[in-house]
């Protein structure tokens, strides 16, 4: 395969992953929600959180750049139960929590005003993006041998079983224990990034595509590691995740036993990725080929992720090598004694192979 382990690295650090400063800004609305939240239930009279919870890709640092600021910021919201109690003393619905965080967090200064959905309450942003607060609750019971037991329920269409403090937990470990190396993030969270950016590299393909989250999972679950060829840790990782789509479209939830991310064995979305991966694997090809140049290596990656990237990159290198960069283009053309020839040695510089 052709070697394009630095080109696939550079793609993640300048157009995959988040820059300090889109995080920064990130947190400081997640923040200022927080104070909203707090001062609103305070205001309303209502119970005070006993803590704020980052969650989602934003915690597990997974979150991709996108053209349009279309962002997901995930932050829990956390109760004591008890103390979720109504005027008359009984115990609030899952819908009452959401509707009295919903109140709580519209101090009036949004445009478009915070929703109640199914499993949050989502504040929409004028930037483009949004963050979500789901409400969770902490139950403590005596257990069946007497000793306490601590868990969490989340507020959906009832009240359900569940933390995902525990699927950032869960990530964690596997991309310690995964990995290869230990710089930028590591190798599986970069795979996972740069294959969520796949999956929004057409605006087509965005609404048929599985989820984010399902991407993870099975990034998790295909991974191949490679300490020395990123590229070669993507191709292969996602080749393992098509064949393991052909066997099975059902993708689990990590951590909540019996739960599934995708609806039904015949989840149209992982079908939609499965297919999508063959388009992809397929558009790699030529990088298999012996005779394959750094030129047509570069315009392979530009198809699978729709950009130009690696054509401009490429034509960077020549134009530094034109202008005395490199001593290609001053040794190979005394040697040679033929344009045609000297061109051809720059086209192959950084084009090595391995199998």
């Known amino acids: 395969m052709h070697d394009c382990a630095k080109d696939i690295l550079k793609y993640h650090d300048d157009k995959v992953t988040l820059s300090q400063k889109l995080r920064s800004d990130m947190r400081a609305r997640r923040d200022a929600n927080r104070d909203r939240v707090k001062d609103g239930l305070k205001e309303n009279k209502k119970p005070s959180p006993i803590e704020f919870v980052s969650q989602g890709s934003y915690a597990m640092k997974t979150m991709v750049q996108h053209p349009e600021n279309d962002y997901d910021l995930d932050d829990g919201v956390y109760f004591e139960k008890k103390d979720l109690k109504g005027a008359r003393g009984a115990e609030m619905t899952a819908l009452d929590v959401r509707q009295m965080v919903r109140d709580a967090v519209d101090d009036g200064s949004f445009k478009t005003k915070p929703e109640v959905r199914k499993n949050c309450v989502t504040v929409h942003y004028d930037a483009g993006y949004h963050v979500d607060l789901p409400v969770y609750r902490r139950v403590e019971k005596e257990s069946f ?168 990159r490429y034509e960077a290198e020549l134009t530094k090598n034109d202008s005395g960069g490199s001593l290609l283009t001053a040794g190979i053309i005394k040697q040679s004694g033929s344009s045609e020839e000297a061109q051809a040695a720059v086209r192959k510089e950084g084009g090595g192979r391995y199998a």
């Open 145 to 312: 041998f007497g000793d306490p037991e601590i868990y969490y329920e989340l507020a959906s269409s009832d009240w359900k079983r569940s933390d995902a403090r525990d699927v950032t937990e869960w990530f964690e470990k596997e991309n310690e224990a995964k990995s290869p190396d230990k710089e930028n993030g590591r190798q599986l969270r970069r795979i996972v990034r740069v294959l969520k950016k796949l999956a929004r590299s057409r605006p087509t393909w965005a609404a048929s595509i599985l989820s984010g989250f399902g991407i993870t999972v099975l990034v998790v679950e295909c991974f191949k590691g490679n300490a020395e060829h990123e590229d070669v840790a993507l191709y292969d990782t996602m080749k393992a995740i098509k064949d393991r789509l052909e066997w099975t479209l059902e993708v689990k939830h990590p951590v909540t036993p019996g739960d599934t991310i995708t609806s039904g064995s015949d989840d149209p979305k992982s079908k939609y990725l499965r297919e999508r991966l063959k388009d992809v694997l397929g558009w790699l090809k030529p990088l298999h080929d012996e005779d394959c140049t750094r030129e047509e290596a570069m315009k392979c990656w530009d198809k699978v992720f729709s950009t130009d990237f690696f054509s401009k």
